[in-house]
C-alpha cells in the first residue's frame, strides 16, 4: 500500500458503513458507552477505514500495520494535536479487537499501534482569591433575583464545590441534589455512578435557586431537570460554558476559563488544601490515579514558586 495520500477521500464504500454502524451498536448495547464516547469512536474508526479505503483497501481483512501507520502518520503531518491522535489511535485499537474477537477479521493489525505519547500540559486554574472573586460576581448579579442570575451562581458554586464534568452537571434533576446530607448523586463516565460532597456556600445557592428561581421558570416540559433555561428547559453544557466565561470576564487578570477550568481549579485547590490524591479521585470520578496526579504537578510549581520568592537560599 502507498503511503500518506493527500487527495481528498471518496464518499465511504458499504463495508465501511457497516462496520462502523456494528461495533457503534455493540459500544451502546454491550458496552454501555455514553452517546459521546460512541459518537466519537465511530467517527475516529470511520475517519481511518475512509481513508484506509481511499489508499486501496477493499475490506477489513486487508488492512495491516502498515496501513494504520500510515493513516496517522497522515494525521500527524497535518498538524493534529499529540492527543487527539493519542484518541483515535485507542479507538481505532479498540474497533479491531472487537472485530478480530467477533471473527470479522482472522489478525488483528493494530495490536503493535503504538499512541503517540501524549504532551502533558498543566491546566490553567484560578487562584483561590480568583474562585472567590468570580463567585463574588456571580452572586452580586443574583441579589437582582432574575431566576437565571440565581441559576448561574447555583452552578457555578456546584462546579467548583464538587469538580464535577460540566455534562454532569446538566445530567442532574433536583431529587440528585440531597442538601440535608449536602451531596450530590453523579452519573459519570462509564454511567457509574458516585456521591460528591458540597459546602454550605453551594449549598444556600442552591436553595436560592430551587426556592425563587426556578419555579419562575420551569414548564409543563421541564421534566426533573434541576437546572433549567429561561424556557424552562433542561440547560445543556454550551449554555453553562457560556455563563463560565462571561462572568470571569468581570474578574481581572483570571485565565479564560470554561466548565472544565473550574473542576481543575477545586482539584488543585483541594490537594493544596492538604486533601488525599485518593479521595481527590474518587470525587473526581477518575478512573485511574494517574489522571488525578496531574494536579500535584500544579500544586508543586506553586510550591517551587512560592519557594524562590521566599527562601533567601532558592
Known amino acids: 500500500m502507498s503511503t500518506a495520500s493527500t ?22 448495547r454491550e458496552r454501555d458507552r455514553s452517546e459521546h464516547t460512541v459518537r466519537a469512536y ?23 500495520l502498515v496501513a494504520l501507520r500510515a493513516w496517522l502518520g497522515t494525521l500527524a503531518s497535518g498538524g493534529v494535536a499529540r492527543s487527539t491522535l493519542s484518541r483515535r489511535s485507542a479507538a481505532v485499537r479498540t474497533f479491531f479487537a472487537w472485530a478480530r474477537r467477533t471473527g470479522r477479521i ?3 493489525p493494530a495490536l503493535r499501534l503504538a499512541s503517540p505519547k501524549r504532551q502533558r500540559t498543566l491546566p490553567d486554574v484560578l487562584t483561590k482569591d480568583g474562585a472567590t472573586a468570580v463567585l463574588d460576581v456571580a452572586a452580586v448579579a443574583a441579589d437582582d433575583e432574575d431566576p437565571i442570575h440565581l441559576r448561574n451562581r447555583a452552578v457555578l458554586e456546584l ?31 462509564g454511567r457509574k455512578e458516585r456521591m460528591v460532597p458540597f459546602g454550605q456556600p453551594a449549598d444556600a445557592a442552591l436553595a436560592e435557586w430551587l426556592e425563587h428561581g426556578r419555579p419562575l421558570v420551569a414548564t409543563s416540559d421541564s ?5 433549567l433555561g429561561r424556557r424552562g428547559r433542561r440547560v445543556d453544557p454550551r449554555q453553562v460554558r457560556e455563563v463560565v466565561h462571561s462572568l470571569l470576564a468581570h474578574v481581572p487578570d483570571a485565565p479564560d476559563l470554561g466548565p472544565h477550568g473550574l473542576r481543575h481549579s477545586a482539584a488543585t485547590h483541594l490537594l493544596e488544601g492538604g486533601a488525599d490524591l485518593r479521595m481527590v479521585q474518587e470525587l473526581l470520578g477518575h478512573s485511574s490515579l494517574a489522571t488525578t496526579q496531574i494536579y500535584t504537578h500544579v500544586s508543586l510549581d506553586r510550591l517551587r514558586d512560592s519557594y524562590r520568592q521566599a527562601h533567601p537560599r532558592a
Not at 487527495?7 to 451502546?28: G, N
Not at 481511518?48 to 495491516?64: E, F, M, N, P, V
Not at 431529587?175 to 463516565?189: C, E, F, N, S, T
Request: charged fraction near 25%.
Open 223 to 227: 421534566g426533573p431537570a434541576l437546572f
Open 159 to 189: 462546579l467548583y464545590a464538587t469538580g464535577i464534568r460540566v455534562g454532569e452537571l446538566t445530567g442532574l434533576d433536583v431529587d440528585d441534589a440531597d442538601r440535608d446530607r449536602r451531596v450530590v448523586r453523579v452519573l459519570g463516565k
Open 42 to 64: 465511530a467517527g475516529d474508526v470511520r475517519a481511518c477505514l475512509t481513508w484506509c479505503a481511499a489508499d486501496g483497501s477493499s475490506s477489513l481483512a486487508d488492512i495491516d
Open 106 to 108: 482472522g489478525t488483528d
Open 7 to 28: 487527495r481528498e477521500p471518496p464518499p465511504a464504500p458499504r463495508w465501511v458503513a457497516q462496520s462502523v454502524d456494528a461495533f457503534a451498536d455493540h459500544l451502546v
